[in-house]
């Protein structure tokens, strides 16, 4: 597989201009559908991001929309955009299985939640992405339906245990999915596929109807448990965001996109208390000088890493204590996604966890918003990400900075083709 830095307006552009293009009639739901589950049709095979994919119902929403959109019942941005869903996410009359055997065959009655504020939005559901069984893993390798290929490299992993969805975003399969996170389950993946992965302050997105009726493994689980979305650009996650979270009455005046734009001053730390592979600690370095020569004040920063091992007695007071505990003197915590490069599949085989967790799973603990850009390439060509991390319930700053670093730096301009 190589590399094109070519700009695709189908299979790649930004939503705002395929949003532009949809309410001139340039384009069409059935037109961007149609080249969506070509793709998928082609591509999967090599990558298997996709357990389930339902094309005729994706033809048949694509055309309700169009027929929407041309008598002019416009619902916004993501009208007639083909999206897909973490095989977590419960869908009506669709199998939904966590990439788990014994869920092979489960088939729900009722929507999740995100499932339907999308469908509200005019969203075109094309599938069901592929991920390790219960979101157990790191890798991508742990599925009932077999392991997702990293669309850069096959012989490296695509990260866990969203892989599927970065795998597919990154491919041009989709232009946005929806995912979990909580351990860095949609940012771990984001950074080895190259994509953006987001997630919000703890219950930002509601998370009903993941796994509707099933137990959950541990209350652990529970509080860790974020929903996230994956894209290709920042501005593309704020328009999901805009789609998924209510926001009236929370004292916003803005939406998710208008605040990229606003020109807030945050203080910025850099974490200098990480053990991180060399390659990755050039790509960082190099991200940080970027986002210093924007105008940002730039100081060190310890960042608050925890794991799981005392486990969640102490989360609530822990949460409401984090903002004065580590944020007193900056705003927004800048870190490596990934302690080290990509790992290689045989490396990874045989241990769920390959991937390093640990510069990812204190957000989830502290419910903390953050997000992964790509910030470079390791000397394989594998990708690399940059991880931006705000306050409780400061998702503005965070997607600003990440906003403004991914226009500067070009990165994610480069495309893995397979």
Known sequence: MQASSSSNLDCYGPLAEIARAMRERRTSPTELATTCLTRIERL?????????????????????????????????????????????YDTSGVRTTAAFERFRDRVPAADAAAVVKLKDAGA??????????????????????????????????AGGSSSGSAAAVASGMCWATIDTDAIGSCRLPAACCGVVGFKGSYSLIDMSGVLG????????????????VTTRRVEDTALALDALVHRAGNGRRTTFVESL???????VGVADNLRVDREVLDAFGQA??????????????????????????????????????????IDLLLLPTTPSPVPAVKEAKGNPAALSAELTMFANY????????????????????????????????????????????ARGEKRPLA
Request: charged fraction near 25%; include cysteine.
């Open 44 to 88: 999967n095979p090599q990558l298997n991001a996709f357990i389930t994919i339902v094309a005729e119902r994706a033809a048949q929403a694509a055309r309700t929309a169009e027929a929407e959109i041309e008598r002019g019942a416009w619902k916004g941005s993501l009208h007639g955009v083909p999206v897909a869903f973490k095989d977590f």
């Open 124 to 157: 075109i559901i094309v599938g069901k992405t592929n991920m390790d069984s219960l979101g157990m893993g790191t890798t991508g390798l742990e599925s009932a339906f077999g392991p997702v290929k990293n669309p850069w490299n096959a012989e490296f992993i």
């Open 213 to 228: 009726g099933e137990k959950a493994p541990s209350e652990d689980i529970q509080w860790l448990a974020h929903a996230g």
């Open 261 to 267: 734009r606003h020109e807030t001053p945050v203080r």
């Open 288 to 329: 940080v000088e970027t986002i210093r020569s924007l105008g940002f004040t730039v100081d060190s920063a310890a960042a608050p890493l925890t794991d799981f091992s005392k486990g969640v007695a102490d989360i609530e007071a822990d949460r409401s204590a984090v903002a004065k505990r580590h944020f007193g003197d």
């Open 366 to 409: 502290y419910g903390l918003p953050a997000i992964s850009v790509p910030c470079g390439f390791d000397r394989r060509g594998l990708p690399l990400g940059l991880q931006i991390v705000g306050k409780p319930r400061d998702e503005e700053s965070v997607l600003r900075l990440a906003y403004l670093y991914q226009n500067a730096s």
